[in-house]
């Protein structure tokens, strides 16, 4: 059917995500994942981010968390650097733009931008990363979500909005994007970057879920988690591409890519749940993914006309 069509008759996620029944496709160790009839995947699980207070308590910074922001979270800096050229690419000049990071994490993205001139404003519901985005790179930061009311008076106000490994966290993604893309002016981007679902880890962990009757979900159970904040969906292009089209966006391109967002003995703990397994696999994973790098996600830019 021709793609508008298509993208008219999907059903809303968050439509799916508010009143899930039925039993879950997969049961994994973490989360529950049910499958629409039109073919997302989604965890029941919620954040109650109603009951988040906005102020940010910087105490929550601790010596331990800020090891974790530095070495954990923030352990690939080729990332950011990307993900910064991804954005100056679309300009001729950064200098001067409105560029807001939804869940900007512990704000390195933001401050590389800052840095060529750009005026930028990260979102971030995390205490201890607030805090430690305002702290060392001295950032604005606000502690509410893109659907605030706090957000309604800059509207049409941002050059870029970006959402770095955000959506497949979010409660309701679809609500999310639509108030996301509101805040752009006439000719701004959107930019998300976020796990696919028509990528070798998805697929390999619904075949290797299939043939052992849901004794090994493999990579299902490093994808999907009902921890808070955790990743309550995961997308297919096709889906992220519709759902931009149905809040108003014109997708410029969808390109799959490698990307880990922590280092790989990260996710081979929650797959083997063995440090000895860890240490032994860890060198043969690091040479295979090197040698062939597995195009695990995508990078959607949509704008706004």
Known sequence: MPNQERVNKMQSIDDLKQYTTGNPKYRLTNANVFVSQDGYHYIDYLDPVEKLSPEIDANALTDQVTVYIENQLQSNPERFEKQAGVVKQRFRSIRGKRILDIGCGGGLFLSKLKKDGAQVIGIELSDPRAQYARTKHNLEIVKR??????????QSSFDVVTLWDVIEHVNYPEQTLRYSAMMLKTGGCLFIDTPCRDSFYHRFGEITYKYTNGR????????????PFGHKQIFSSSEIRCILERVGLEVVSVTKFHELSFPYSFYLKRLLKSDLLVNIALPVVSVLLWLFP????MLVIGCKK
Do not use: C, G, R
Not at 145 to 154: A, L, T
Not at 216 to 227: E, G, K, Q
């Open 145 to 154: 979500p893109i659907e605030d009311d706090f957000w309604k008076d800059q």
């Open 216 to 227: 090994f979900p493999t990579f299902l159970n490093a994808m999907y988690s009902a921890h």
């Open 294 to 297: 597995v195009k695990n996600k």
